[in-house]
């Protein structure tokens, strides 16, 4: 079974702080993409990443895919509260296949 | 990005009704589009995968006869709840893939969501 490991699944901050978000599995992905979501509504698509040891930013989000292509990570920094919601990795593991999702990561930031 | 719309946003109906809910790529064609059901603070779990023309592909523990799919052009496809019961509301979410240029990655692009409601 191919499993998407997400942690953390639950993660509270205060305005200003740092966090990393990671996704990892022991399969190699083709594609891996991170999603926000906000209560009520559909997940949005953040990034898209396929190289390994690519590198995205996204003005204060930055994602890595891991050299192997098995490992993900989300970085925020100086987090806002508009940055609160769930956040989703999910991952394919050969073009065309089936998304694979992590657990999510639900992130609040208080101001 | 793509636009995928889904209609209705909500909807609360009676147990033992059907319920029918679209979902549309806007600006693009998909043969391929998925339905996903969301528990509160949970990951998105498939359901089945529709393909244009063809029958759905169903995820082991769904129920085909119960979940209803169609998906009859390359930017709609419908998934009709049969005999609604409480225990199936929830937070039903579509996706469709967006197959890119030739040598792109294909990406997934996902629906507002229908919020179910079963009295």
């Known amino acids: 079974t191919q499993l998407l490991e997400q942690s953390p699944q639950f993660l509270s901050i205060q305005e200003g702080e740092n966090l990393t978000v990671y996704c990892n599995s022991s399969s190699v992905f083709s594609s891996l993409q991170w999603y926000r979501q906000e209560p009520g509504e559909g997940p949005v698509l953040l990034v898209t990443v396929v190289t390994g040891g690519e590198v995205k930013k996204l003005k204060r989000l930055t994602f890595q895919f891991g050299d192997a292509r098995k490992d993900s990570s989300l970085h925020i920094t100086a987090a806002q509260p508009g940055d609160t919601g769930l956040y989703l990795c999910?991952?394919?593991?050969?073009?065309?296949?089936?998304?694979?999702f992590g657990q999510g990561t639900e992130l609040s930031v208080k101001p | 990005g793509a636009v995928v719309s889904q209609h209705p946003s909500r909807v609360i109906c009676k147990s033992g009704t059907s319920v029918k809910i679209e979902c549309r790529s806007l600006d693009f064609q998909a043969t391929t589009m998925f339905w996903y059901r969301q528990f509160p603070k949970k990951s998105l779990m498939l359901m089945a995968t529709?393909?244009?023309?063809?029958?759905?592909?169903?995820e082991q523990g769904v129920e085909k006869d119960k979940f209803l799919i169609n998906h009859a052009s390359l930017t709609l496809s419908t998934l009709t709840v049969t005999s609604a019961h409480p225990e199936d509301s929830s937070f039903y979410i579509c996706s469709a893939r967006d197959p890119g240029t030739s040598g792109s990655t294909d990406t997934q692009y996902f629906g507002p969501g229908t919020r179910l409601t079963v009295l």
């Open positions: 529709s393909n244009e023309g063809s029958k759905a592909t169903y």
């Open positions: 999910a991952g394919r593991y050969n073009q065309g296949g089936k998304l694979i």
